[in-house]
């Protein structure tokens, strides 16, 4: 029995010895390995200067930003950061957000009122200065802020909304009550349930937040006199084009490129001002790639990204540092003055207000 027992003895000191060899040898291993590739959280950052790859899904608008976003984003990000992948993904509303439809979706592309009410749900996640090169060159408006005061969102490109006309058929229009003359009766088109179209009949009728029935009295008297009220941003250059409508509230960008496509189309400001249009960037909440999601949305607020927005789709710049040519500076948002000189709809407001405000609209639109 002694005996047995020193036997069992060695054999134990041995596998204590042989435990301990192995811990000694597993501890070298990991810290080799983590000497040699180390990933964060974000899924991109590696030991010698090597990302690890990487995909990270952008829902965006679809088209012609599909294209331009393909050359002048996800193609140089992926080549200054090997091994990761930029995937595009179709754009997806607040509706679908929050009933888990961005679930693969690490940053999302939403118009400045529905990214600030997607951040006010609860479903992004607040952006870091740290993160941003950008952060300190950036208009002030391009920052999406939530009823906590924390940024949610960038703007990347700007845009204004105004009235789009055909100048071999009307006048340049000077005011948005044009929009209800005589002479453009059956030729006119406003958009469907568009709070930047309500906001200037508010400023043409002299209506307030607190009494906005002149805008459903205006809306009641050209309703019959509009030849469409459309859904899609894409649907007045059909219009223009067969003639159908004359004069139309619509997008600068937009209008701006069918002339330069020789179309007779111009667009204007009307006296009671623009509405600054704002395209935003957000993370989701539930990304598993915040990190990298924040540095593709620093990539787009680079002056070379948003000169070429503004080159190929006429979008104003949000980086104060973008230097455009002359050409382009007078047909974009481009500059200080004139960013200050549109209105920028405080949606923290306003968002509570618009369901009570769409029904109106449709009440006062349906004849």
């Known amino acids: 029995m002694k005996a047995f027992n020193s036997k069992r003895n060695n054999k134990k000191g041995i596998s204590l010895l042989s435990l301990l060899l192995a811990s000694v040898l597993t501890v070298l291993a ?6 040699e590739s ?12 090597q990302p690890a790859a990487s995909e990270i899904v952008v829902s965006t608008f679809g088209g012609k930003y599909d294209e331009v976003f393909t050359v002048y984003v996800k193609e140089p990000f992926e080549k200054a950061n090997p091994g990761v992948t930029v995937k595009l993904a179709p754009y997806t509303g607040v509706a679908k957000l929050a009933q888990g439809g ?18 006010n749900r609860g479903l992004l996640a607040p ?7 950008s952060w300190d060159k950036l208009y002030p408006q391009a920052f999406l802020n939530g009823t906590d005061g924390q940024t949610y969102g960038l703007v990347n490109v700007f845009g204004a909304w105004g009235i789009a006309y055909n100048p071999e058929k009307v006048d340049k229009p000077e005011s948005w009550n044009d929009l209800w003359k005589p002479e453009v009766k059956g030729k006119v088109a406003l958009m ?6 309500i ?7 002299g209506a307030t937040y607190d009494n906005m029935e002149p805008v459903w009295e205006a809306y009641r008297k050209i309703t019959p006199s509009v030849a469409q009220y459309y859904s899609s941003f894409s649907a007045p250059e059909s219009l223009f084009g067969t003639g159908e409508v004359v004069m139309a509230a619509w997008f600068d960008g937009r209008a701006y490129a069918l002339k330069s496509a020789s179309k007779p189309v111009d667009f204007t400001i009307p006296k009671e001002g623009g509405v600054l249009i704002r395209s935003g960037m957000g993370v989701l909440k539930d990304s598993k790639n915040k990190e990298l999601a924040q540095k593709l949305i620093d990539f787009c ?22 230097e455009l040519d002359q050409e382009l500076q007078q047909i974009v948002v481009y500059g200080q003055e004139k960013v200050e000189a549109l209105i920028t709809p405080d949606w923290n407001e306003i968002l509570p207000k618009r369901e009570e405000w769409l029904t109106k609209w449709t009440e006062a639109t349906a004849q």
């Open 127 to 133: 952006l870091s200065k740290d993160a941003f090169s």
């Open 30 to 35: 990991g810290c080799s390995s983590a000497g």
């Open 199 to 205: 906001l200037l009949t508010a400023k043409a009728t």
């Open 38 to 49: 180390t990933q964060d959280s974000g899924g991109q950052e590696s030991g010698g200067g």
């Open 102 to 119: 961005g679930a693969s979706i690490d940053v999302v592309s939403l118009d400045d009122f529905d990214l600030i009410e997607a951040a």
């Open 301 to 322: 607020m680079t002056p070379e990204v948003q000169k070429g927005f503004a080159q190929e789709l006429y979008y104003g710049p949000t980086n104060t540092t973008v």
């Open 192 to 197: 469907s349930q568009w709070i930047p179209d």
